[in-house]
């Protein structure tokens, strides 16, 4: 009967090791941005994973997922204190800790129904990062629309791996980085390579192999001249302002312009804190600098219709005032909306009672014809949503327009890392990104992901910038929804039929890791567990 493979390390050694794993993969994403760091923390994730039992893969999960998340996401707890910080870390470690789960086992099954080399070096790393991918799809749609921050390939907006979002999306960039990690650590463990060079070989030719790949051709049919203005207005949720003094700031920054000639001006989301079609003071304004400017200006407000509040974005044009609007279409949960109002308020009623408006997701369509220009619109965390970003090149986008608020995060780390997905999207569609935020940093982005021009945060001002217009799709923006999906599932499927395939006197994995055995055979993670004991 063949023994469960004992853990190279001891369980409270692993939930150190995994402990550290979180800040170290951290570290890999902006604002430190150290992206070498993002393989390492993956590694240590995966290394305390091996040869655990079920409830040591939990809580060796879980652990590494508190670790991560506590530090990624400590922006949530700014303003609004450490319930909504702890509460979603808790709950993307709960995820994380499922995930961990899935992967010990695969650690443990796979090898024992495929034992070659073939199987350990080839079809273990797959599995491995096929998982790991679903649980980041599942997270990233679910539940309430998921939470898409803090995936792996987000840690790699600025590294030589950028380009390769462009051909299989951020999921597909992820399995990558996974793939990469597991298949280094099984070339390092696989007995069959002895000889030092190989182990060193194999890992330098794969890496080689995914950055020797072409970055997606640009194919620029035209430019527009862009203009951006950062307001720098007190538009945080507990800044102290009278009405329409976020709609001065803009307005103030964006007088400079007149004389300027542009195609069209960005302001960002909730860039008009009084809604022009509410308020004819404000479209007076909006008009004024329509006429002054020569440019139709592109403006984020608040507005109610038929009783219900949208986060939208209108194209204001001279003369003619809202000629075309977008609704937010994934408004945040606990932001912008309480879901299941009645069941959650009890745990934080203050917290939850100071969300007064419950956001409606908009239905229209994500494009602006700015004339004769194909702008695709996002507004804030729309930027993370994979799908609305196919959605915008589907129907012709030639450029993306990010709008956001940051001023609830102060100089926190959110930011930086909403500008390395925006970043992302630019190269994943082969689009140039104006992200303008009412605080900052706002930058214009080119298409190959590089920094056209940029504001510094908490500093007013304007972008001016010839955008390329790009025409043509990547093959992400062609298959990106369909990579993730068969990678996930085939994840799924190897370790289901690892499963079905195990031989019928298999022990089952144990619930502890007290009493593990060793495993007779020194392959792949059991290799390690011998090197260990040496």
Same mark, same amino acid.
């Given at each position: 009967m063949t023994t469960p493979t004992r853990p190279p390390l001891p369980l409270f050694a692993a939930v150190l090791v995994a402990a550290v794993a979180g800040p170290v993969l951290d570290a890999g994403f902006p604002d430190r941005g150290i992206w070498p760091l993002a393989f390492v923390g993956v590694a240590l994730i995966l290394v305390a994973l091996i040869g655990r039992s079920a409830g040591g893969a939990l809580l060796t999960g879980f652990i590494a997922g508190l670790s991560f998340y506590l530090i990624?996401?400590?922006?949530?707890?700014?303003?609004?204190?450490p319930v909504p910080w702890v509460a979603l870390s808790f709950l993307e470690s709960i995820f994380f800790a499922g995930g961990a789960l899935l992967l010990t086992l695969a650690f443990r099954w796979v090898p024992q129904v495929w034992p070659t080399p073939l199987g350990r070096i080839g079809l273990l790393p797959v599995t491995i990062a096929g998982l790991w991918t679903a649980r980041e799809a599942l997270v990233s749609t679910w539940p309430y629309g998921g939470f898409a921050w803090g995936r792996v390939a987000l840690s790699q907006s600025e590294s030589p791996f950028a380009p390769l979002v462009a051909w299989v999306g951020i999921s597909g960039l992820s399995f990558l980085v996974v793939w990469l990690v597991i298949f280094i650590i099984q070339v390092?463990?696989?007995?069959?390579f002895a000889v030092p060079s190989i182990r060193l070989l194999a890992p330098a030719a794969a890496a080689a192999l995914l950055l020797a790949l072409p970055a997606w051709p640009v194919i620029e049919r035209a430019t527009s001249t862009i203009a951006a203005v950062q307001g720098n207005g007190k538009a945080g949720y507990f800044d102290e302002r009278e009405p329409g003094d976020i709609l001065a700031a803009q307005t103030s920054a964006t007088l400079p312009l007149v004389g300027t000639p542009v195609d069209m001006i960005v302001w960002p989301e909730n860039g008009s804190d009084l809604d022009p079609l509410a308020v004819p003071q404000a479209a007076s304004i909006l008009d004024y600098l329509a006429t002054q400017t020569g440019a139709p200006l592109l403006i984020g407000t608040i507005q109610e219709r038929d009783g219900r509040y949208f986060n939208t974005s209108l194209l204001w044009e001279s003369g003619e005032g809202a000629?075309?609007?977008?609704?937010k279409k994934h408004p945040v949960p606990f932001?912008?909306?309480?879901?299941d109002r009645d069941i959650w308020e009890p745990f934080a009623p203050d917290l939850i009672g100071m969300i007064d408006r419950e956001y409606t997701p908009g239905t229209r369509d994500n494009v602006f014809d700015v004339n004769g220009v194909i702008v695709g619109l996002s507004i804030c965390f729309d930027i993370v949503d994979d799908a609305l970003t196919r959605e915008a090149v589907d129907q012709g986008a030639q450029v993306i327009i990010a709008q956001t608020n940051n001023a609830d995060f102060g100089r926190t780390d959110e930011n930086q890392q909403q500008?390395?997905?925006?970043? *992302?999207? &630019?190269?994943?569609?082969?689009r140039s990104v104006v992200n303008v935020s009412t605080v900052g940093t706002s930058q214009i982005i080119g298409p190959d992901g590089a920094t056209l021009t940029g504001i510094p945060a908490y500093t007013p001002g304007y972008m001016v910038q010839d955008v390329p217009l790009v025409a043509g799709k990547t093959p992400a923006m062609l298959i990106g929804g369909q990579v993730e999906a068969l990678v996930s599932f085939f994840g799924l499927g190897s *370790?289901? &039929?690892?499963?079905?395939?195990?031989?019928k006197r298999q022990e089952k994995l144990p619930l502890s890791d007290i009493g593990s055995r060793k495993s007779p055979s020194l392959t792949g993670a059991g290799a390690l567990a011998a090197a260990g004991r040496r």
């Amino acid at each position: 009967m063949t023994t469960p493979t004992r853990p190279p390390l001891p369980l409270f050694a692993a939930v150190l090791v995994a402990a550290v794993a979180g800040p170290v993969l951290d570290a890999g994403f902006p604002d430190r941005g150290i992206w070498p760091l993002a393989f390492v923390g993956v590694a240590l994730i995966l290394v305390a994973l091996i040869g655990r039992s079920a409830g040591g893969a939990l809580l060796t999960g879980f652990i590494a997922g508190l670790s991560f998340y506590l530090i990624h996401v400590s922006w949530t707890a700014l303003y609004l204190g450490p319930v909504p910080w702890v509460a979603l870390s808790f709950l993307e470690s709960i995820f994380f800790a499922g995930g961990a789960l899935l992967l010990t086992l695969a650690f443990r099954w796979v090898p024992q129904v495929w034992p070659t080399p073939l199987g350990r070096i080839g079809l273990l790393p797959v599995t491995i990062a096929g998982l790991w991918t679903a649980r980041e799809a599942l997270v990233s749609t679910w539940p309430y629309g998921g939470f898409a921050w803090g995936r792996v390939a987000l840690s790699q907006s600025e590294s030589p791996f950028a380009p390769l979002v462009a051909w299989v999306g951020i999921s597909g960039l992820s399995f990558l980085v996974v793939w990469l990690v597991i298949f280094i650590i099984q070339v390092l463990l696989e007995p069959e390579f002895a000889v030092p060079s190989i182990r060193l070989l194999a890992p330098a030719a794969a890496a080689a192999l995914l950055l020797a790949l072409p970055a997606w051709p640009v194919i620029e049919r035209a430019t527009s001249t862009i203009a951006a203005v950062q307001g720098n207005g007190k538009a945080g949720y507990f800044d102290e302002r009278e009405p329409g003094d976020i709609l001065a700031a803009q307005t103030s920054a964006t007088l400079p312009l007149v004389g300027t000639p542009v195609d069209m001006i960005v302001w960002p989301e909730n860039g008009s804190d009084l809604d022009p079609l509410a308020v004819p003071q404000a479209a007076s304004i909006l008009d004024y600098l329509a006429t002054q400017t020569g440019a139709p200006l592109l403006i984020g407000t608040i507005q109610e219709r038929d009783g219900r509040y949208f986060n939208t974005s209108l194209l204001w044009e001279s003369g003619e005032g809202a000629t075309d609007f977008y609704d937010k279409k994934h408004p945040v949960p606990f932001g912008e909306y309480v879901p299941d109002r009645d069941i959650w308020e009890p745990f934080a009623p203050d917290l939850i009672g100071m969300i007064d408006r419950e956001y409606t997701p908009g239905t229209r369509d994500n494009v602006f014809d700015v004339n004769g220009v194909i702008v695709g619109l996002s507004i804030c965390f729309d930027i993370v949503d994979d799908a609305l970003t196919r959605e915008a090149v589907d129907q012709g986008a030639q450029v993306i327009i990010a709008q956001t608020n940051n001023a609830d995060f102060g100089r926190t780390d959110e930011n930086q890392q909403q500008l390395a997905i925006a970043r *992302l999207r &630019a190269i994943e569609s082969s689009r140039s990104v104006v992200n303008v935020s009412t605080v900052g940093t706002s930058q214009i982005i080119g298409p190959d992901g590089a920094t056209l021009t940029g504001i510094p945060a908490y500093t007013p001002g304007y972008m001016v910038q010839d955008v390329p217009l790009v025409a043509g799709k990547t093959p992400a923006m062609l298959i990106g929804g369909q990579v993730e999906a068969l990678v996930s599932f085939f994840g799924l499927g190897s *370790l289901a &039929a690892a499963l079905l395939l195990r031989p019928k006197r298999q022990e089952k994995l144990p619930l502890s890791d007290i009493g593990s055995r060793k495993s007779p055979s020194l392959t792949g993670a059991g290799a390690l567990a011998a090197a260990g004991r040496r």
